[in-house]
């Protein structure tokens, strides 16, 4: 019989197999790796909206910007359906006050209005009476969103500064700009010119039966400043309501300026 010899290179290759026992896991490993790398990367970042932060940009640019404000304002004015034609004279301070003298036939004063971020003080002159109240007061006439920064942009043309926010929805319309969005519960829509101004503000809460509307128009320069010199503005929180239709006649910026509010002690005050 003849021995068979073993197989030199099979006894080789095993030989060297086992000699090695992690080199066939690494060879795996690395291959694996290799292939993790060139894996592409996947996110669901949407991408950037490029119009609308450049729209946005660029109306934030054109918000009027100042110190002090003053106007003179031939003004309809209905509350609660009671109509009356008186002139409003304006005066605002940036962030701190609003102070108005509201004239009425030949001139004589009927009333004066100082407002500031936390309150709300009217003297009647026509009843010698006074009324003190927070802020909130004016939430018989409009919704909690509304501040007293919104009321200043307002008068000064602007938007509200709440309402230009980045997660807004910013649309082309026949070369003008619309913009909606939602506020506490408060629907909004902008209405934007080719200019970049504001031409009508637009706020609701179905729910809570409040609307406030704004229109702008007949844009006219004030010194280096261009605002509307007609503001309309309607107002209504359930059964009550209030409507201004403003034609501003003189305007001027950042003039030195006093807001006089010295009650009489007369005056009556009420609760």
Known sequence: MVER????????KDSATLKNPVATGTTTTSVAASTAVSKPIVTNKAPLDTYKLDKLRAIRLKQVDF???????????R?????DDV????????????????TAVLGVEAARVLITPDSIKVMNRLESTYLKKPFSFIYQYTSKQINYQTLEALLIGNAIPNLLKDDTSVNPDNGNIVINGELQQLVYQLNIGADLRVCRTAMSNGAAQQSLQVDNSAFIQAGTKV????INIDSKAGAKSVQAELHYTKAEFDQTLTYPFSVPARFSIVK
Do not use: E, H, M
């Open 87 to 102: 002139t409003f004279n304006v005066r605002i301070k940036k962030n701190q006050q609003i102070w108005v003298s509201i």
């Open 227 to 230: 605002i509307p010199s007609k």
């Open 5 to 12: 010899k073993p197989d030199t290179a099979t006894t080789v």
């Open 67 to 77: 110190v002090t404000f003053s106007v003179k304002a031939q003004t309809k004015l």
């Open 79 to 83: 509350v609660d359906g009671s109509s």
